[in-house]
């Protein structure tokens, strides 16, 4: 039996680090965002069609989740003085939500 392997876009990436599978609101296709440490959020097809990127700056993207009382995907993104959460609202083609919030740590 042979592996089963799926490929996100026309290259593997470079470290990805959480996939998660969004909310049927407008696409009757399933949908899944997967962070990629050193690129950002892609939104994919579970065939791993890459719809859309969603960058991150100055930082690496990891953890991701979905806030259900406004339909936003939250990024949690590593930059070198802190974490901070990047949002993106799902009902509006990805487009990036200004939230005020940053956690710092202190050694």
Not at 13 to 41: E, H, M, T, W, Y
Not at 56 to 84: C, E, F, K, Q, Y
Request: a positive charge; charged letters at 20%; glycine letters at 6%.
């Amino acid at each position: 039996m042979e592996p089963n392997f799926i490929r996100f876009g026309e290259r593997l990436f470079s470290r990805p680090i959480d996939i998660i599978s969004l909310p049927n609101i407008f696409s009757k296709k399933q949908l899944l965002a997967v962070s990629d440490s050193c690129g950002g959020v892609y939104i994919v097809t579970c065939k791993g069609e890459v719809l859309q990127h969603l960058p991150t700056r100055d930082g690496s993207a990891s953890s991701l989740t979905i806030d259900p009382t406004n339909w936003r995907l939250l990024v949690s993104v590593m930059h070198s003085r802190g974490r901070s959460i990047h949002a993106f609202d799902i009902t509006n083609r990805f487009k990036k939500v200004e939230v005020n919030f940053l956690c710092i740590f202190k050694k």
